[in-house]
């Protein structure tokens, strides 16, 4: 099993450009979301799905959109990038809901808007 | 701030010592994982202990929960330069068990 993968590693926008990061699973996970990581902090949640077709606003959301339309695969869109989106952006997924289980996480999306 | 608190921020022990990092948070919860994440790399599951669980033990890592200080703490013992990383807790609240709240991790340097 890859797990959960995400490309690209890196990525260098101009202000308002538009990209998608891409994450995806193969381990039939229902639970998958998307987390930002600044400098010397922690994660904190963009937005999540618990199932194929439902997705929800975390505690970020604002400039991001997501859409779940397979279980493998949970996409985050940036529509006009800004430079307070600089960021590492991870994914996880999880058999069960996100407190109740381990979580799986990619190795991270490190992006750069300028 | 949502976010549990960790401390201390950053910890620098010698090798074949014990480290104890703390987390404190504000809300009840359901349950609290621990995860550590290497330089430049995803984060890694090591502990979750329920909300009725007052300490869980997974080889050299030792967690405690105490609800009522509404704290926890990582104990890893023995320590070794490539536990050498960052530590976080990650809360799951009572009002939602969707989403998890990370803390702002403890820095752990580990000489050789």
């Known amino acids: 099993n890859a797990g959960v993968t995400q490309t690209p590693k890196f990525q260098v926008l101009k202000t308002g450009q538009s990209m998608t990061l891409q994450c995806a699973q193969d381990m039939n996970h229902e639970y998958m979301s998307w987390y930002r990581q600044d400098p010397g902090m922690g994660l904190r949640l963009i937005h999540y799905?618990?199932?194929?077709?439902?997705?929800d606003q975390g505690e970020v959301p604002n400039g991001y959109n997501v859409s779940r339309s397979t279980t493998e695969d949970f996409p985050l869109r940036l529509l006009s990038a800004a430079p307070s989106q600089t960021s590492v952006y991870f994914c996880?997924?999880?058999?069960?809901?996100?407190?109740?289980?381990?979580?799986?996480f990619g190795p991270g999306t490190r992006l750069t808007v300028l | 701030s949502q976010q549990g608190e960790e401390d201390p921020q950053a910890l620098s022990i010698q090798e074949g010592e014990n480290a104890t990092m703390n987390c404190s948070y504000k809300?009840?919860?359901?349950?609290l994982q621990w995860y550590r994440q290497n330089s430049g790399r995803g984060l890694v599951h090591l502990i979750l202990i329920r909300s009725n669980e007052r300490e869980k033990h997974s080889g050299r890592l030792r967690v405690t929960l105490d609800t009522s200080k509404k704290s926890s703490s990582l104990l890893i013992t023995a320590s070794r330069a490539a536990d050498t990383a960052s530590y976080f807790c990650?809360?799951?609240?009572?009002?939602?068990?969707?989403?998890?709240?990370f803390g702002s991790g403890t820095r752990l340097l580990v000489r050789p």
């Open positions: 996880a997924s999880s058999y069960g809901l996100a407190g109740g289980t381990e979580q799986f």
């Open positions: 809300t009840s919860i359901n349950n």
């Open positions: 990650a809360q799951i609240r009572m009002d939602s068990s969707y989403k998890l709240i």
């Open positions: 799905s618990v199932g194929a077709g439902i997705t």
